[in-house]
């Protein structure tokens, strides 16, 4: 696969991130996500994300037992700021300690020594991000973690990070139906050095055209609560009309509908992004690398950038309540 960088290292084009082998999109098998995870390594994946939160702690182990013997063939990324609340729920949580408390545990967790990048996943309101940065940076002088990164901020706070210690990497959703990063902080990480690492790169499973709307899923599924606005029937059937021609613009050019979005995301940021599709699921694994060598035509791309974007697609991305809480819509 090609590659690209994420400040010093050098890693696979396309990354895989791990959260849905342990929760988000219905029932994961360990023993097919223990198999799926050294085949996307064969396959040339040599970026894998993962984080605490994802099944509390499960995905974080699965990685850590099933890659013990191949952990130098790969870069890896985990992400902390977020812990279980009294009532059992999930919690944004930025303070020092427990930052502290949630890297260590995933270093036992992951069966290692140091994680290459660690992510605060969310902005606690709470506590200045210079607080949870610089707690981070801490762990970096003592060799916990080599670099930092951070996820779902807006421009202002990933200036004020990048001033208390540099930052390596920013995760937030970016694709053809989620375009906020397109504001202004794709500039922001151009200007200051910072990889951009685009999370749900398919719209969490509609870009591929294999989506249901919500009377059909699960209840343990994130796109039937969070993420339920898009996948509402109404709005759902009229984001469907788009892909028709997005459909025949991949079979135009021999692509699967996933790999044309991943395609599109790669032509983006000159090359200084990383998506990182996640999946549970063998084939799909395998069909998102080949997108590492698709070149779109400038030509295609502005189609693309006018046939599916936030003014023509019904619904935000997350609930009212969640797109609030969220730094980076602010930007």
Partial sequence: MR?????????????????????????????????LLQ???????????TASMY??????????????????????????GVSKGEDGGNVLNGRPEVLRRTCE??????????????????LDPDVPVEESVGLLSELVAE?????????????????????EH???????????????????????CRELGV?????????????????????RMTEDDLRSTIGRPRFEPDNFERNSKLLVPFAEIAEALECTMAQLSLAWLLAKADGTLVPIPGTKHMSYMLENAVAADISLDKSVVRELDQLINEERVAGTRYTAELMESIDSERD
């Fill in 105 to 122: 545990e995933s270093l036992r967790r992951l069966q290692t020594m140091q994680i290459v990048n660690v992510d605060n996943i969310r």
């Fill in 55 to 80: 099944g509390m702690g499960h995905n974080e182990e699965l990685i850590g037992r099933v890659l013990a013997k191949r952990r130098n063939e790969f870069v890896l990324a985990s992400k902390c």
């Fill in 143 to 163: 060799g916990k973690i080599r670099t930092i990164g951070l996820s779902e901020v807006s421009t202002d706070s990933l200036r004020r990070a990048h001033a």
């Fill in 3 to 35: 590659t690209r960088k994420i400040g010093p290292f050098e890693v696979s084009a396309i990354g895989l991130g791990c959260m849905n082998m342990s929760m988000g999109y219905g029932p994961a098998d360990d023993s097919e996500s223990e198999r």
């Fill in 195 to 215: 990889t951009f690492v685009p999370f749900s790169p398919l719209g969490r499973g509609f870009l591929t055209g294999k989506a249901v709307d919500v009377t």
């Fill in 166 to 188: 540099p930052v390596t990497a920013l995760q937030s959703e970016y694709s053809l139906w989620s375009r906020t990063p397109e504001r202004r902080i794709l500039e922001a």
């Fill in 39 to 49: 085949e996307a390594l064969d396959a040339g994946y040599t970026f894998l994300d």
